[in-house]
């Protein structure tokens, strides 16, 4: 099938290696030409000669071509599979070298040694801009799991998580998150993108852990703009991940349905859905306001539903109705 290879939409997949639009679509018309003169590609990417010239010299000196000796010289496209090859090689080098210069550039910095030669395993980070910065640096080079106690108020709404599928992402949220009015829409679509979500309240810190290497914590839970710790590895990251681990396994797991409605393997099925939808949200631990919000029932609405529930549980408290709805639900057959 023929190309445009004039387009100004043709495809950019050279960008990476430093090679610019115009000078790929230069690259492209050569392969096509195979060879062709400055006059040809002029007129296959309708420039005038002098700047098709200016291109063909700048892919010249990149390997992408080479001229004949005749007069006017030709121009020929180096084999894409050799020369795009080695200017990834190329790029990978001087990737590396940058890898290199860390150590050189942490000696400038606070990260650098102490004089009993061990790096600083806590550092302060001040300002909303410096952690966001941080954390978003965090999340991008994250290479197999993410931990993360949620508490309002939320710090950062923006930060990009786009891991690949190997990536395993858990978060615990407490009753001040879940009741900002609109987390539970949030949970609900990171759940659908693969992170598993859970509620325990309360939760005694807001914090995020990558790899199990790296952890932040925000000194003021209430304060966004308050100093925050980044704590690197040591056997107090180890302690936060035992915490992480041991509120996960007493936590309560939140599910959607495919509709986007709450739901949980302790959903009944005898009593009405409105019915049925509170009394799966108690028996999950939600607080209150989160549920009425979650049901868009009213206070009042809500009141009378759980005045309702605990007659009909006969349960004298809200914990006793919570308990007696989980053995309720669980005990009744799938229809």
Known sequence: ???????????????ALDIGQLEERAYRVLLSLSPGTVQDVAEKLSIPV???????????????ASRSLELPPRYIAAPPELAVEALIRGKQALLEQARLSIADLLTL????????????????ISGREALGLIMQQLLQTVQTEVLGFQRAPVFFSNLNLNPPGNIRIRSVSDRSYVEIPGRLDVIRQV???????????????????????????????ENPGGPSL?????????????????????????????????????QGRRRSKSTKDVTSLLASGMPDKAIANSLGLSK??????????MRSLEARSRFQLGWRAALNTTSEPNE
Do not use: Y
């Open 191 to 221: 759940i659908g993108l693969g992170e598993e979500a859970r509620f325990f309240d309360p939760l005694p810190l807001k914090m995020v852990v990558v790899d199990r290497r790296v952890a932040v914590i925000p000194l003021s839970v």
């Open 300 to 309: 009042t609405t809500f009141n009378r539903r759980i005045a309702d529930l």
């Open 50 to 64: 002098e700047r098709a010239q200016k291109l063909l010299d700048r892919i010249e000196s990149k390997a992408l």
């Open 1 to 15: 099938m023929d190309r445009d290879v004039n387009s100004t939409t043709a495809t950019h997949s050279l960008a």
């Open 230 to 266: 980044l704590i690197r590895e040591s056997s107090l990251v180890d302690a936060l991940c035992a915490l992480f681990d041991m509120t996960w396994a007493r936590s309560t797991p939140l599910a959607f349905t495919m509709s986007g409605e709450f739901s949980g393997s302790l």
């Open 109 to 124: 910095t606070s990260l650098a040694p102490s004089e009993s030669g061990q790096h600083r395993l806590v550092e302060v």
